[in-house]
C-alpha cells in the first residue's frame, strides 16, 4: 500500500481524525497540545496519528491535503484546518457541533452494521 493510500484509508475510516506531532497525552509542540485540547474538550472520541512516528505520512500528507503544516483536523473526509481554525471553531461552539454530528453519524453507521 502507498503512503496516499494508507492516508486516505485513515481519513475514509475515521469520522474524526487528527494528524499530530505526539499523542493527545503527551503532544510534542504547542500547536499540537492546544488542536488536541480544544478536540477532548468536545467530549467525542477521535482518532490521532502521531506524524513523529510517521515520517513518510509526515511528508506525503501536506502535498495529499494542499495544507503545509501541522496539526490538521479531517471530519468525515474533508479537510477542516489547522490549530487556529480548530481553536476559532472551539470558541464559537461550532468545533463541538461538527464533531458531535460527526460522532453521531458513526453511531447511527454502526448500529445499523450491527
Known amino acids: 500500500m502507498s503512503v496516499v493510500d494508507t492516508i486516505k484509508e485513515q481519513i475514509e475510516s475515521n469520522p474524526i481524525l487528527l494528524y499530530m506531532k505526539g499523542t493527545p497525552r503527551f503532544p510534542q509542540c504547542g500547536f499540537s497540545s492546544r488542536a488536541s485540547e480544544a478536540l477532548v474538550a468536545c467530549g467525542e472520541r477521535f482518532a490521532f496519528v502521531n506524524i513523529l512516528e510517521a515520517p513518510e505520512i509526515r511528508a506525503e500528507l501536506p502535498k495529499y491535503a494542499n495544507w ?47
Not at 503544516?69 to 470558541?91: H, K, R, S, Y
Open 68 to 114: 503545509p503544516t501541522f496539526p490538521q483536523l479531517w471530519v468525515n473526509g474533508e479537510l477542516i484546518g489547522g490549530c487556529d481554525i480548530i481553536c476559532e471553531m472551539a470558541e464559537s461552539g461550532e468545533l463541538k457541533a461538527l464533531v458531535s454530528e460527526a460522532a453521531r453519524q458513526q453511531a447511527q453507521d454502526d448500529a445499523a452494521d450491527a
